[in-house]
């Protein structure tokens, strides 16, 4: 079935360095993909996102990758910070109102 | 401020008893979801509407019951017939103008005891 996955559950990353966590998706007719941080206990809070016709978009210490040959995006995250830390989804629309949503990756920093 | 607003935060249920958990937006987003989330587990999707006095089942919509009588207000109902509801509840919103990104509230925890 159409599916969203996530390579690794969880990352860990030390503090000030640059962490990057991917994301495979299935369904190629998706036109639209987005990453959510989720803190514990809280719901989650868009990030970034990126149309299926972009290759790249950036935002403030963000930068979302889209590889439509393979399927695959990514999410960087420059000069990571503790506040960070937290679980990473994506999530890609089907029609207007669904997304089908990865397992997430937790993200851990290092002091 | 304008944001989505769940309550309660907490909620303990008796098994057999149904329970309503609120979720209300003053963000004049035309579409409300309600996603269920299990510890570890990303988003399962419940229900969605798309406009008043319409809703559609999501994946996971057996034991669950909505209603949508007012634009702001998208009230997700527990029935006994869930079987395993203990569990992380999420409701959110959208809007073309937003683009249809979804924003979420803070969540509801429901403990079955």
């Known amino acids: 079935g159409e599916s969203v996955g996530l390579h690794l559950p969880t990352l860990s990353v030390q503090e000030g360095d640059n962490s990057i966590i991917n994301c495979a998706y299935s369904?190629?007719?998706?036109?639209?993909f987005i990453w959510y941080k989720q803190e514990s206990g809280k719901g989650p809070q868009f990030i970034i996102d990126?149309?299926?016709n972009m290759d790249k978009r950036q935002g403030q210490r963000v930068t979302v990758l889209l590889n439509k040959t393979v399927k695959h995006l990514s999410l960087q995250i420059a000069a990571t910070q503790p506040g960070d830390s937290a679980v990473y989804f994506c999530a890609e629309r089907v029609g207007n109102y669904q997304l089908i949503w990865g397992a997430g990756t937790k993200l851990i920093i290092k002091p | 401020d304008g944001g989505i607003t769940q309550s309660p935060k907490y909620l303990f249920r008796k098994e057999g008893q149904n329970v309503t958990l609120s979720c209300e937006q003053n963000?004049?987003?035309?579409?409300m979801y309600w996603y269920r989330q299990d510890p570890g587990q990303g988003l399962r999707l419940i229900y969605y509407s798309q406009i008043v006095n319409d809703f559609q089942k999501g994946d996971i919509a057996e034991g669950y019951s909505v209603s949508r009588e007012k634009k702001e207000s998208f009230p997700l109902t527990v029935t006994s017939a869930q079987k395993n509801p203990t569990a992380f509840y999420l409701c959110?919103?959208?809007?073309?103008?937003?683009?249809?990104?979804?924003?979420f509230g803070e969540g509801s925890w429901l403990t079955v005891v």
């Open positions: 990126i149309r299926s």
């Open positions: 369904n190629s007719a998706s036109d639209y």
């Open positions: 959110a919103s959208s809007s073309e103008i937003t683009g249809n990104t979804i924003y």
């Open positions: 963000l004049n987003h035309d579409a």
